[in-house]
């Protein structure tokens, strides 16, 4: 039943490593994004997708990559995890048609000791 | 009472009042505003939006108000309720192109029953 679905919800891992989240929605959305919310709440997009093509890619260093396998799913892959980098990270998907009306996952929640 | 964002303020209403949440948005080019609702643990949630040719919007409790003249936006709650408690964001959407939708800081709402 879950809109747009994220996992893991949790993740504790060292500086350095790298790491995987996921995320898949069935609304049948042809837009998905990545957010990033840091310890003050603020909420800042890093990437879109409009069916499977990159369509926003803000200023993230390049150790973040995103890939859309198809319209559903859009994961986000880290590498040489930094301490800066704890945050929760938001999926999210949208019909490009009314892209101001956002369905968000639950988040995950990354932290890196 | 009311609160004026863009640092992380929060407001305290009593149950039963009406609260009022300010937004101050930048950029005259937006053609939507956008109010989203963040309970705690989990991801924003849509709850209303206006087009940029109009200066209010009513939904079920909720109302937006937007003053383009001094780039202001509002949200009023009827009649709150202690699940309206969480964090508010407003937000704008960019005509034009790949239209991104930025995010302010968020207002924090507490309601004392």
């Known amino acids: 039943d879950t809109a747009v679905s994220q996992t893991p919800k949790y993740l504790v891992t060292q500086m350095g490593n790298d790491k995987s989240i996921k995320c898949e929605q069935n609304?049948?959305?042809?837009?998905m994004y990545w957010y990033k919310q840091d310890s003050k709440k603020f909420l800042k997009i890093m990437f879109s997708?409009?069916?499977?093509?990159?369509?926003i890619n803000e200023t993230v260093p390049n150790r973040f990559s995103p890939k859309s396998p198809d319209k559903a799913h859009l994961n986000l892959h880290i590498n040489s995890l930094e301490l800066g980098d704890s945050a929760v990270y938001f999926c999210?998907?949208?019909?490009?048609?009314?892209?101001?009306?956002?369905?968000f996952g639950e988040g995950s929640w990354l932290t890196v000791v | 009472g009311e609160s004026v964002g863009l640092h992380l303020p929060t407001l305290s209403v009593q149950e039963g009042d009406n609260s009022i949440i300010n937004c101050a948005y930048s950029?005259?080019?937006?053609?939507?505003f956008i109010w989203y609702k963040q309970e705690s643990g989990k991801g924003p949630q849509f709850i209303i939006d206006?087009?940029?040719?109009?200066d209010k919007r009513q939904g079920q409790r909720v109302t937006v108000l937007l003053n383009k003249t001094v780039k202001h936006l509002s949200l009023q709650i009827a009649a709150t309720q202690p699940g309206d408690s969480a964090v508010y964001f407003c937000?704008?959407?960019?005509?034009?192109?790949?239209?991104?939708?930025?995010f302010g800081t968020g207002t924090k709402l507490q309601v004392i029953p």
């Open positions: 999210a998907s949208s019909l490009i048609s009314s892209a101001y009306t956002i369905y």
């Open positions: 609304l049948g959305h042809d837009t």
């Open positions: 997708y409009n069916n499977k093509e990159l369509i």
């Open positions: 950029n005259s080019a937006s053609d939507y």
């Open positions: 206006i087009r940029s040719n109009m």
């Open positions: 937000a704008e959407r960019r005509s034009g192109g790949y239209q991104k939708v930025t």
